[in-house]
């Protein structure tokens, strides 16, 4: 199987100074790969210039403009046609790429996505959803954002959307799937979110019922769903919180001589302890609910996080992701809210 | 000036256990405070048997029941008015004591002290409010459950008795407030968030506009106003992943003889760096917006965590929060709304 990747060679903080690099890692790392890098094609070549690769695995394909990181995605869409991240969801629409992988800005490419690539059949709103690191491996969780005020039936979507994902991608027969609520009671939370309960009880998914924002990350659930403020609350907290307590970690070693020759013994100790955690390998999150893949990479990613959205994309492909969520969510929330309609809650 | 502050004796995961040596640990360090001691005088008694304190300043009220973790804010409300939750809100409704703290459950807890003390005049919503750590000190974030669905009104009044509440116990003269947001975007967010941001923008607070979840830590705002929703979720996400970094912290240095060396060597700076980051430090979560002050502890806290909770309880009522957020709230939203009306947002 030949896999071929379109790369948003301009989008992110850096750009090319990311996207080349990590592009030609994974070109050397996955033989069934190739990429088109899509952006300004002399710019890309002069980045390319001095690397050594496989000239017939990797073209360059020229776009005069750029999605900025601050650029609404109504502008995104009307006034940057000839944007690199269009041209990349343009060569996926048309089947020259089977994925497309930006780091642009995530509001625009979300709506860029949706207009060239469509939703799939039943699914009424594409999902933003990434991996977390657990205490036991990982989670996925989706929506980040993409949706404020997501239904029940959609969160409903979101649950069997990040199963499929979970089962494809994790070889996971029966991811353990939750919604994400502020108490275990039934009686808490958002209307939705007791909607969306209901239709993930009579589903066939394996639904395991509510958690709370703590519990993402204690490995006892493969899937949280939830609304994408909701996600994108707890993402970022998430971020937040761990960036304080390695900002306090690192200054507690910088206090003196003496923290810092401790800190020197303990080096490869905390290195083992920062890769365990590192947010960069979780990089790339996918665009689900689409006809086809697109990754979004992390705005900020170096090329060692940007390789891993390539890796995701790549893994999707395999796994012929938006084909299995397009027949698991019509069979899954359909054939049981026929035979069991769902009663109003009061 | 003498305080006095009634303590619910059995709440929380370890109850007296707790309460007791906690009461008798700030009896020590503040020679102003007096407290009662409300909970099954037998065994409060019996807890106390072994100690030294003065008995003119620490008093016990019985009480036959006792509210548990998992009963219905209604069960509490009706079913349980001899628990020592209760009384401990009675004594404070009655002028005996000034302030309740109580690590029972939060729904109950703001139900009954709700019903019993009644919000301010001008405020729709009482909220929970609790302080968290940042880069450069600490913030106070509200609300943090007791309002799932609250309007742009209310989220306005948050910031308002933040402000207040932050104003007075770190006496800090212009607290920056921020509305937790998922963009810097204006376009983002609820219709509520947006409402409470016309609101506050013409109040004469230091509103200094959105953040994002990962900003609550940076230390460059004092108040983040927020749904209780939104708000739980943040504050759980991020308990969850500070749980998670320190389990890998932890195994990294328990791997092999080797690392638990270099863990004995690190071990005085990872536990100054523990002291920086330890959320007994910041428990004590106010329930702001009633008529009287009351303190919830987190249910699983120990002595050191719930004497913070109480110490807490005594600032506040040496500055007098509740009246502060009387006149604010009233001055603040209410004069300026009335200049300049607010438009309808579409």
């Known amino acids: 199987m030949s896999i071929k990747i379109a790369i948003d060679a301009m989008g992110g903080d850096h750009g090319i100074k990311v996207t080349v690099p990590a592009s030609l890692e994974a070109l050397s790392k996955f033989p069934d790969l190739s990429i088109v890098l899509v952006g300004n094609q002399p710019l890309i070549e002069k980045a390319l210039a001095s690397h050594q690769y496989d000239e017939s695995r990797l073209s360059v394909e020229h776009a005069e403009q750029i999605v900025e990181m601050d650029d609404l995605p ?33 509001g625009a490419l979300m709506a860029v996505s949706k207009f060239v690539l469509k939703t799939l059949p039943g699914i009424d709103r594409p999902a933003i959803c990434t991996q977390m690191p657990t205490m036991k491996g990982h ?18 979507q979101f649950g069997v959307m990040g199963s ?20 275990e009671e039934e009686i808490k939370g958002h209307q939705r979110i007791k909607d969306a309960n209901e239709l993930l009880k009579n589903s066939s998914i394996n639904y395991v019922g509510y958690v709370e924002g703590d519990e993402i990350y204690q490995g006892d659930v493969d899937v949280v769903s939830c609304d994408g403020f909701d996600g994108n609350v707890a993402l970022k907290s998430s971020e937040g919180v761990a960036k304080m307590i390695s900002f306090y970690l690192k200054d507690a070693f910088n206090k003196n001589l003496l923290t810092k020759l401790a800190g020197l013994v303990a080096y490869p100790v905390l290195k083992a302890f920062k890769e365990k955690v590192d947010p960069r390998r979780y990089n790339g999150a996918s665009l689900l609910g689409l006809r086809k893949i697109v990754i979004k990479s992390h705005g900020g990613a170096d090329a060692f996080s940007f390789y891993h959205a390539i890796a995701e994309a790549r893994l999707e492909v395999i796994k012929n992701v938006p084909e299995l969520i397009a027949s698991e969510v019509k069979t899954i929330l359909d054939s049981h809210s026929d035979d069991q309609p769902l009663e109003k809650q009061e």
Chains 1, 2 share one sequence.
């Open 74 to 106: 109504s502008k995104a869409l009307r006034n940057k046609r000839k944007s690199s991240m269009r041209i990349a969801l343009n060569l996926v629409k048309e089947g020259v790429a089977q994925a497309a992988v930006s780091a642009g800005n995530t």
């Open 139 to 156: 989670v996925h969780v989706l929506d980040l954002g993409a949706n404020v005020g997501a239904d029940g039936q959609s969160l409903a």
């Open 164 to 183: 499929v994902l979970a089962n494809a991608v994790d070889n996971n027969a029966k991811p353990r799937v939750a919604l994400l609520n502020i108490g």
